[in-house]
Each structure stands twice: as C-alpha cells, then as structure tokens.
C-alpha cells in the first residue's frame, strides 16, 4: 500500500518544487548562513509533501473520468490498487502534517505553503474546470513556491523574477493543455471540462505569444532589475534562456502526444544540460560578481 501512495503522489512531478530555489541562487552575493541551505532544502520537501498530498486527493476526485483515460486509468486509485479510504487517509496525513510542518519550519513559509495549498483544492475542486483560469491557477502554484522559499529565508524576491516565474508557468501550463487536447482528440471534453472550450490553434497562439513574452521579460529581467544592474553578466544567461524555451517547444511538437510534456525536461539531455548550465552560470556570476 506504501508504494502505491507514493506512486500517487506522482514524484517525478517533483522537480516543479526547484522553484524553492529560485530566491536563493538569485541572493548568493548576500551573507548565507549555513542554515538558510537546510531551510531551504526542507522547504523543497514539504512542498512535495503538500503536492503529493494534493495529487492523491485529485486522483480521488477524478477517479471516475481516469477511469475512461488511456493512461490515468493505470493509477493506483483509479485502477483500484489503492482503496478509497485509504487515499482519503493519506491526503489528510500529508496535507494535514505538511501544512502544520511547513509553520513549525518558518511562519512567513507556512502562510505561503498554505495559501498555496488552498488555491491547489480549489483547483481540484472547481478551478480545474473553468478554461483559461485552469491554467492562470497552475502558474500562481509556480510563483507561491518561489515566494516561499524566499519567506522561509527572510529575503524579499525580485518582481522581475515572479513576472519571469508565472510566465513560463503559464506557458508551461498550456504546453499540457495542448498534449491533452491532442492526445485525447474527440474524447478530451469528458476527462477534463476546460478542454471543451480550448483548440489547438488557439493554444498554439497562446503559447506563441507567452514564449515571447518570457523570453522579453528574462532579457528585462537582466538588465533592469536590481540583481542585473549589480551583476551585469546576467545578460550573459539569456541564451540559455532562449534555447531552453525553443528547445521545449520543439519536443512538444515532436510528441504532441505526450501525456505529460513537463516530462520531456526530465527525458532530455540537452535541455537538461541546458537548465544546469543556466543554473550554475547563475550561481557564479551572482557569487563572484
């Protein structure tokens, strides 16, 4: 039972919580004490405690619709490997126990962890549902990790950077709406309601116009934020930038089919050296000046 739980908490989704991490590679210039990386590194956790309790209690909620799905169907809950009442009782262990972890970790991170914990069950609830506003829901879930682990650190996050955050959230956000419509085809409507609502064309148009207004905005983001102003060399990331957004654009319409195109960074490899190269260039640049 332990490993169908864990199995539903979905862990390859995972590595959506680096965005923890955000606030403090951008503040390696400052005075970190050697706790700041264990809180830092505990907050990582705790959200993939809260988004794996949210993920079994969406799998409750859908398991009649993942029942139809071609892959869904396969998940513990769906597939009846986990029982109804159990899924019930590991949803409220985990969200119950992170959200009371996540105040005993840091006040001002356990206001954020449960702000996005709220927006995540009413995602689950009704969100989910509504087009457009489905994915603005999944973007502000990116951008509530960011703002946490800078809280659970005590630095103020850069707007440039939350502006640059939702933004390739969103485009992230349709980039799956788009995998869905095409995958599921005739059929999309009656395992997701928003997909009724949405085409491809007009997805294409909206992915079109946030892949340019990320990149626009990270280019800004260098120059005119304060972190750019201190460490000019920041332009020097923006071609990794640029090639990591075309590059994803590329495997998503190489496997338009996908079941989940986030999973395609995992499934790489040179937009996965793409993203440690832009990391570490960050690091170094920020921490040497």
């Not at 923890?20 to 005075?31: H, N, Y």
């Not at 990790?145 to 939350?162: K, M, N, Y």
Request: aromatic share 12%; with cysteine.
């Amino acid at each position: 039972m332990i490993g169908a739980i864990i199995k539903s908490m979905r862990p390859r989704q995972w590595t959506k919580n680096f965005f923890v991490f955000a606030g403090l590679l951008f503040t390696l210039d400052q005075k970190h004490p050697p706790s700041d990386f264990g809180k830092v590194g505990l907050a990582f956790a705790l959200f993939c405690v809260l988004s794996g309790g949210v993920y079994v209690l969406n799998d409750i909620l859908d398991a009649e619709r993942d029942r139809k799905h071609p892959v869904k169907s396969k998940r513990p809950i769906a597939s009846g490997k986990l029982s109804t009442g159990a899924s019930w009782a590991a949803a409220f262990v985990l969200l119950v126990g992170g959200i009371a972890a996540s105040f005993a970790l840091d006040r001002g991170f356990g206001i954020a962890a449960a702000a996005y914990l709220v927006l995540q069950i009413a995602y689950s609830f009704y969100l989910k549902h509504v087009v457009i506003l489905d994915v603005m829901t999944i973007a502000t879930g990116f951008v509530l990790r960011a703002v946490a682990g800078a809280e659970v650190i005590s630095i103020e996050i850069s707007p440039w950077l939350l502006m640059c955050t939702i933004l390739l959230a969103i485009f992230l956000g349709l980039a799956k709406r788009r995998a869905e419509l095409v995958r599921l085809e005739e059929n999309a409507g009656s395992h997701r309601v928003s997909l009724e609502r949405y085409s491809v064309p007009f997805l294409d148009q909206l992915i079109g116009i946030t892949t340019a207004s990320t990149v626009i905005s990270y280019a800004l983001y260098t120059f005119f934020s304060e972190t750019g102003k201190a460490h000019p060399y920041m332009m020097a990331t923006l071609p990794f930038v640029i090639y990591g957004v075309f590059r994803y654009l590329l495997l998503i319409q190489e496997n338009a089919s996908v079941e989940s195109p986030e999973m395609l960074v995992v499934g790489d490899k040179p937009l996965l050296l793409d993203i440690l190269l832009w990391a570490i260039a960050c690091a170094l640049i920020v921490k040497l000046g």
